[in-house]
């Protein structure tokens, strides 16, 4: 069972790494407003599952800081990628 959580776990993460990645890529000419929207979108996507856990009484999804980095490195790693190729 831990296998199959930990497999879960780390698929979540990559889904993270990649909105991150694209968003980074899409706006990262533009670099402090890819890093802005980076963020927003990463600690927004955990605030969202908060509140709708605190609205739905239950827990309906999870709340980790470490998808939030993950989102963030990703967007990282976008921004840096299209400014070495295209900057």
């Known amino acids: 069972m831990n296998k ?8 979540d ?6 909105v991150g990645l694209v968003l980074g890529l899409l706006l990262g000419l533009q670099v402090l407003l890819a890093l802005v929207a980076v963020i927003v979108v990463a600690v927004g996507k955990e605030l969202f599952d908060l509140l ?10 999870s709340v980790e800081l470490m998808d939030a ?12 990628a299209i400014n070495l190729l295209l900057g």
Request: glycine residues 14%; without cysteine.
């Open 4 to 11: 199959i959580k930990a497999l879960l776990m780390a698929k």
């Open 13 to 18: 993460k990559q889904m993270h790494a990649a």
């Open 52 to 61: 709708s856990n605190k609205m739905a009484g239950k827990k309906m999804h």
């Open 69 to 80: 980095v993950a989102t963030i490195v990703g967007g990282l790693v976008g921004i840096g």
